[in-house]
């Protein structure tokens, strides 16, 4: 029986191709993300062939991923559902998005019962549009961002290891600042944002930081997952500063589209259920949702 364990960095080369096999837009699947959130979703993974598998905690209930990659995906079904009988876990698939589903039901005709979970869906954005800021309906962010570009001087560039202490002294002040909303996931966050700075190099990321009159103003992480779209992992702002985070939402995108031009969509990933991440992701005007369900086999 296929053994699964703590994703390290001596699967990243195995989890890339998965990814780029699978080609999703969706933020689930990319090794950066499952490295630095494997600690608050107990994530653990490994391979069948050429698909990848991962087992992970949601609510305190076990479930496992759509085997991502290329080859057999009913052997790497079954797989997972008899890791799943010999754990004596309830076999469910998580993170399905709608191409996923299909692939499902045509390997399995019946077998599946699909529930949304519209809390883990995706907000994905037309990377030329985050760029400019250009129409109605986005300007207001643009309006934000000439206030915040006559009000300072300032620049953008990308995030090295010798900025990241400064980041880090930046995040810490964040986090002091929203100290009255703390909760579990943002416990979860600091550990997140920690392993992004300590292995930056290693899991290939991209990042960016605002300056503005001397300071930082924000800063940003990711990194591609499909061939056309990029997913943020990170994004913190200085909130009391108008203007801060559309800039760093804008400038990023910018060095995105620079760096890799065959990138046409920005993934910002979901809003966890919550209201307010719900408003700020809404307020950038999406281009489209990518839609994730549990997948439950049918009594």
Known sequence: MIELTPIGFEHKERCDDAVFAENSPS?????????????????????IGQRMISRHCLGGKSAYAFP????????????????????????????????????LEEAFPGKFDFRETPEISDYIY?????????GKALHGKKNHCNRFEAEHDWHFEPLTPHL???????YNSWEKAHSDNFNAMMGFEVDVID??????????????????????????????????????????????????????????????????P?????????????????????????EFMVKKYVAVPGI
Not at 30 to 46: E, M, P, Y
Not at 164 to 170: G, N, Q
Not at 262 to 281: C, V
């Open 27 to 47: 933020a689930d699947f990319c090794f950066g993300n499952l490295f630095i959130w494997q600690n608050a979703f107990c994530t653990r993974s490994g391979f």
């Open 68 to 103: 991502i990659g290329s080859g057999d995906l009913k052997e790497a079904v079954l797989a997972e559902e008899m890791l799943a009988k010999a754990n004596n876990e309830n076999f469910v698939i998580s993170y399905v998005t709608e191409e996923q589903k299909a692939q």
């Open 126 to 134: 037309d990377i030329e549009k985050l760029c400019t800021y250009s």
């Open 164 to 170: 990241i202490p400064y980041c880090a002294e930046m």
């Open 195 to 260: 392993k992004s700075f300590i292995f930056f190099d290693r899991l290939g990321f991209d990042g960016g930081v605002l300056f503005a009159d001397g300071e930082i103003m924000g800063f940003t992480i990711g990194e591609k997952c499909s061939n056309d779209t990029y997913d943020v992992h990170i994004e913190k702002s200085r909130a009391d500063v108008n203007g801060a985070y559309p800039m760093v939402c804008r400038e990023f995108s910018r060095m995105i589209r620079s760096k890799y």
């Open 262 to 286: 065959e990138i046409r969509y920005i993934n910002r990933e979901d809003d966890m259920g919550l209201e307010s991440l719900r408003k700020s992701k809404e307020s950038y005007k999406p």
